[in-house]
């Protein structure tokens, strides 16, 4: 691990999502998770901020560059799969998304002495459409998601990737696939390392429910937004449930 001098040079901006430190943050009141974020933005090349990337260890931006080839890959063949689960084209999302963009975090969890009274990620659903979650080898379990109204520990598995539905498939699909809300916890004397990826369409693309997922049976949940906005959205409020996909809900007043 590198000495928090040093990662302080690469800190993340007030208001920004990118660096090392902690996102989600907007009030000297507000309790804080029990996490060190690093995260940085891929694709498209325009939202690379060079500046961010760690000169030490030698190889890191080399494997982190390698990995997210691959997992980019992974994400095009999965979205490809949902398509055809729902009776669509392969191709649909990968032409709907443009230049998919894609982003790094790497969450640590250090040990923490009272479990029961801080968590290491607020409970929140991904703004992206997919994400891919790595634990580290051999980690404690820490990754809950919210089902049947009681959290559910994700067990890790070795040599395994968790797939998260995030806000904006389950926004495309009519509410078919469903984002899922999930938290992180901390361990008492156990660490933990997440590295997480985010999958989402281009940020000038203009999403809403697919016309062939909407019918009588099936109404419009969901309306019509820029991604962009509604990254700009999300990143800009604090982690809460999935609060954050109130922004794409027609909401019953306003629904005819
Ligand atoms: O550490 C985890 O397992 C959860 C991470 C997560 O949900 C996120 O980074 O969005
Ligand atoms: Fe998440």
Redesign the pocket.
Known sequence: MLPVEEKQRYAMAPGTVQGYGQAFVFSEDQKLDWCNMFALGLEPRYIRNPKLWPRRPAHFSETVETYSTEIRKLCANLLKYIAMSLGLKGNVFQEMFGSAVQAV?M?YYPPCPRPDLVL??SPHS?GSAI?V?Q?GKGNSV??QIFKDDKWVPVLPLPNALVINIGDTLEVLTNGKYKSVE?R?VTHEDKDRL?I?TFYAPSYEVELGPMAELVDENNPCKYKRYNHGEYNKHYITNKLEGKKTLEFAKIRPENSN
């Open positions: 975090r969450n290491g990620l991904d994400t979650l634990q820490g990754l999930h992180a997440s997480v």
